[in-house]
């Protein structure tokens, strides 16, 4: 079978420099987008989310940026911390009469290197 | 601690052998998920409950698998017969639900499964 999902993809950042991990999403339907970070041994955790009537939002050294033409989401974070590595995950949601199940993305290994 | 939590942590098994895996949501959630995430990917959806309805239920989901919800509040999950390819994290996640707004779903750890 195929092994691609063994090998995630990583970003290797310095402390301090910002970061930025891409997501291409599948569904044209899917009106709703979540970031999410997971470390090691735990379940995901929500970072940001955005509607699909909005093409930015902005958090605390976090934004979200949203392409609609081309099915596309970027996380940037601002002066990464060590605390910062772990694997992110965007995911889709359709909001009415989808139940709001997640549709996740290929995760993207963040590695910030002191 | 008010977050979801998840029972067992780790359970190994033979291959052939029944499992049951416990969740219990944040207390005033209505809405329950269970996802499966193997190694290197996203969690991938396998069922969700409003309160004690099992509303959808992924293609992903063989007869093997049961889930249940019986009081509206905790969860389980039943892998019967289990296989090798059944090895997985399995992740339970709650939220409420609020009309056409998005609610956040709160993941628990995770039960992680190794059949042998």
């Known amino acids: 079978g195929e092994s691609v999902g063994l090998h995630l993809p990583t970003l290797s950042v310095q402390e301090g420099d910002n970061s930025i991990i891409n997501c291409a999403y599948s569904n044209s339907a899917s009106d709703y987008f979540i970031w999410y970070k997971q470390e090691s041994g735990k379940g995901p955790q929500f970072i940001i989310d955005?509607?699909?009537?909005?093409d930015k939002r902005q958090g605390q050294r976090v934004t979200v940026l949203l392409n609609k033409t081309v099915k596309h989401l970027s996380l940037q974070i601002a002066a990464t911390q060590p605390g910062d590595s772990a694997v992110y995950f965007c995911a889709e949601s359709i909001l009415t009469g989808g139940g709001n199940k997640l549709t996740f993305g290929t995760g993207t290994q963040l590695k910030v290197e002191l | 601690d008010t977050g979801v939590s998840q029972n067992p942590r780790h359970k190994i098994t033979k291959r052939g052998q029944n499992v049951t895996f416990r969740c219990d949501p944040i207390s005033e959630h209505n809405r329950l998920y269970w996802y499966r995430q193997t190694l290197g990917q996203g969690p991938e959806f396998l069922t969700y409950?409003?309160?004690?309805?099992?509303?959808?239920k992924s293609r992903l989901l063989s007869d093997r698998f049961s889930a249940e919800r019986p009081k509206g509040s905790f969860s389980t999950l039943e892998i019967q017969r289990t296989e090798q390819g059944d090895s997985a994290m399995y992740l339970c996640?709650?939220?409420?639900?609020?009309?056409?707004?998005?609610?956040?779903?709160?993941f628990g750890p995770g039960t992680r499964l190794t059949v042998l």
């Open positions: 409950f409003q309160n004690e309805a099992q509303l959808e």
């Open positions: 996640a709650s939220s409420l639900t609020g009309g056409v707004s998005y609610n956040e779903q709160f």
């Open positions: 955005i509607r699909s009537n909005m």
